[in-house]
């Protein structure tokens, strides 16, 4: 469970959590810095971390759903980032796109939902990068009890806004 050695230099080079700059300047600054970095990934074999943001995506001209990332799938409506994308998945969809907001959470886009990958960029080094990530590894933490709490709030939240989306839905500006 070694962590390939441009992973922990390139992440944890920087001291993001004492940063006086605001988090998504930092984010901003370094995915500038850090741009098309790629860096190989334990597993699955061949996946591969590139440093990038919107504009290096499969996403850049597809505004609509990248505005929904912020609005839609969170409780609050936040302004994400994207922070790079993991080449070489089996995600259904293109390429699993990493995004941060302002909680600092870090999430995955896989072009049908939002997931939670780690609470920060350290965790995420140690969970997503340095730990075996098999389809039966992801099977357990989906079924486990973060994931049904995950699986719980997320049904809730589209309970609560279902109505609004849909009156927005009918209003004459969607027509």
């Known amino acids: 469970w070694k962590c390939h ?3 922990k230099d390139i992440f944890l080079s920087h001291s993001w959590h004492r940063a006086r700059m605001e988090y998504l300047d930092w984010v901003y600054r370094f995915v500038t810095r850090y741009r098309s970095e790629k860096l190989p990934l334990n597993k ?22 990248v505005t929904g990332w912020g609005k839609f799938y969170l409780r609050d409506i936040v302004d994400m980032r994207v922070v790079g994308v993991v080449e070489g998945t089996s995600c ?6 990493l995004l941060t907001c302002e909680d600092k959470k870090l999430y995955a886009y896989d072009g049908e939902e ?3 990958v780690a609470p920060n960029l350290p965790k995420l080094i140690v969970f997503f990068f340095c730990c075996v990530q098999t389809e039966r590894d992801w099977k357990g933490v989906k079924m486990g009890p973060v994931g ?4 719980e709030e997320y049904k809730r939240m589209v309970q609560q806004k279902k109505h609004s989306f849909m009156q927005s839905l009918k209003s004459p500006a969607h027509s």
């Open 44 to 65: 699955p074999a061949g996946a591969v971390l590139k440093i990038c943001g919107l504009e290096d995506t499969e996403y850049k001209e597809k505004l609509d759903e």
């Open 148 to 151: 049904q709490r995950l699986e």
């Open 114 to 116: 939002l997931h939670v």
């Open 92 to 97: 259904p969809v293109g390429d699993l796109v």
């Open 5 to 7: 050695q441009n992973v």
